[in-house]
């Protein structure tokens, strides 16, 4: 079979899938109405900011099933992890068009729906990085821009259903749509051949003898450079998630926006992560994955002193500064899957991505409790501001780290160290 070819259909599927499961990040339309019809259920008084623990139960628990699901993928191929994927992410969703509680909805969105979320994530994204060993960063970005870009195109979508049907109505009509996308698609994804490389590439110096040794999740955890990449995952991505989780409120209680007005934000901020992650992919295949996340973080401390000093009615500066930000943390999230297999093998790198994907999961509990805490404290978000730029500093900081390990190891990957 001529997998040079079929695997650009694979990454199409994949492409298609990652812009369905998406949609996690695009919660903040269904919270409000949500806390609406169960605060109108229940004869109590919810509101979006109750219904928060949703999106960080989901964000959370993902890298559960990514190491998991990346066991069954690496061992005996994607295709039945994304069907169980698909069918607990759509089914999940689905689940919340029957919930009467708070408490259902965390066990059907935060968790069924945040472990499918992991298990086919990880599988999309480790297939597609094994059948382009020579576009890494490139194809790394697209599979998580398209992750990214569900949340600029699924808001009006499901905004309208809610105003139509109702939010309940909503849950289940997408839910039901993202279980057949998602299982469909499935079927067009194959395990990739041992050693695969495509027609007429062939692997730079030294590659071959990376790949001999490619490491198990095991050998990875043994290596001191792991404990820097985690760490470096965990600090670019907080000012990112800081901002994504909480940007509409940052837009109306900072510098005074309409709801309507607000967004705009939400739809900049996710604009600017899909941008960040195609152009610091392709950026990381030339300039490497070190230096493109370097820049990463010296774009997020600008980001972020942007809007530290944004006020009141300040929208420029604020748009200026979120966008920043957005690009950095598409950056992140762009170059980590191909990072990861640079360092420690494409054999075993879903297990490995999913191991290593835990640190966006701190940081997804991290950024949003950051920003809450010190909005309770002190009436005003911008001390969260400096924080970030503080993990963004120990982010820099961490890159320099790494060389020194990445210098000091008898095998050092060349796109890395660039």
Known sequence: MDYSRKRWLILLASCFINLCIGSMYAWSVFSAPMAAYLSELNGITLTPADLSIVFVVANSIGPITMISGGRINDTFGPRFV???????????????????????????????????????????????????????????????????????????????????????????????????????????????????????????????????????????????????????????AVAGLMCIALASPLAQRMIGMSTIAATGVVSTLALFNVLGRIFAGLISDRIGRINTLALACLLSIAGLSLLYRAELGDVQTFYVGISIVGISFGAFMGVFPGFTADQFGARNNSVNFGIMFSGFAVAGYVGPTLMMTVFRHTGSFKGAFLLGIGFSLAGLVLTFLYRLFARRASVQPALATK
């Open 82 to 236: 994304i069907l169980a994927g698909g069918l607990m992410f759509g089914g999940g969703m689905l689940l919340c068009g029957f919930a009467s509680s708070l408490t259902e909805v965390i066990l059907a969105y935060g968790i069924l729906t945040g472990l499918g979320l992991g298990m086919v994530y990880g599988a999309t994204i480790s297939t597609s990085i094994k059948f382009f060993p020579d576009k890494r960063g490139l194809v790394g970005g697209l599979t998580t821009a398209l992750f990214g870009i569900s949340s600029v195109i699924l808001p009006p979508l499901a905004a309208m259903i809610i105003s139509d049907m109702g939010v309940i109505a909503a849950f289940k009509i997408i839910g039901g749509a993202f279980v057949l996308i998602v299982c469909g698609s499935a079927f067009l994804i194959e395990k990739c051949p041992a050693g695969f490389q495509p027609a007429g590439w062939t692997p730079p110096a030294g590659a071959a003898a990376r790949n001999s040794v490619d490491k198990d999740w095991r050998q990875m955890l043994r290596t001191p450079v792991f404990y820097v990449l985690i760490s470096l995952l965990m600090c670019g």
